[in-house]
């Protein structure tokens, strides 16, 4: 099992910043990636960015430029550093861990609430 513990979210100004972080505990895969989704209402939910614990980044394209990933691997903490926010990024945020060691394991963050007011 693996918890994850999502903290950061709020309300913010157009053109403002927030940071996300995710923390992850538990049995921790020796290569795994974590990531952050979103799902704002009546939309599916969708990948903003994900790391594996070898630095590896995947961004969405609407996000690139503007946010930046990273991730502590001696913390398990993953973080979305969000800049330039726009009201269109209003979403809940969830973060997701995955590894395949001895099987697929697939875990999700409670979301945290990020508004853009324009």
């Known amino acids: 099992q693996v918890q994850l513990v999502e903290s950061g979210g709020g309300l913010v100004q157009a053109g403002g910043s927030l940071r996300l972080s995710c923390a992850a505990s538990?049995?921790?895969?020796?290569?795994?990636?974590m990531g952050w989704y979103r799902q704002a209402p009546g939309s599916q939910r969708e990948m903003v960015a994900t790391i594996t614990n070898g630095g590896n980044t995947d961004y969405a394209d609407s996000v690139k430029g503007r946010f930046t990933i990273s991730r502590d691997n001696a913390k398990n903490t993953a973080y979305l550093q969000m800049n330039s926010l726009k009201p269109e990024d209003t979403a809940v945020y969830y973060c997701?861990?995955?590894?395949?060691?001895?099987?697929?394991?697939?875990?999700w963050g409670q979301g945290t609430q990020v508004t853009v007011s324009s």
């Open positions: 538990g049995s921790i895969g020796s290569i795994n990636r």
């Open positions: 997701r861990y995955v590894d395949r060691v001895l099987g697929w394991h697939d875990y």
